[in-house]
């Protein structure tokens, strides 16, 4: 049997038959555990949304994110301001968020901020 640090595993299965007269065949299959399920945002997730200046800019939203195999995921959050038009400034935020087997999940709402 192999198993990695995740959880993810093969296992070699061998059946014997044999019959009375002493007879028998061996039979060989593996099974394998996989994580192939992403992790998911525990809330509903931010909407992108236009705003104009006296709306100011809603503050982040902290997110969790649960997984199938580790539970309680670990979220990363990373904030960009995109000021090149003179008339208004992007701010794209994203959260994600990656479990043992590097199963990812992102989210990536834009808010136009009309100055």
Excluded: K
Aim: overall charge negative.
């Amino acid at each position: 049997m192999s198993e990695d640090s995740c959880g993810n595993y093969e296992h070699l299965v061998t059946l014997t038959a044999t019959d009375e007269c002493g007879n028998s065949v061996d039979y060989q299959f593996t099974i394998t555990v996989q994580d192939t399920e992403a992790p998911a945002f525990a809330e509903a997730l931010p909407e992108s949304m236009d705003l104009v200046c006296s709306d100011g800019i809603p503050a982040a939203e902290e997110l969790t994110a649960l997984d199938n195999c580790d539970g309680l995921v670990d979220v990363s959050f990373l904030e960009v301001v995109d000021s090149s038009d003179p008339c208004a400034f992007i701010i794209t935020r994203t959260w994600s968020a990656v479990d043992c087997s590097g199963n990812g999940v992102r989210a990536c709402p834009d808010f136009e901020h009309r100055r």
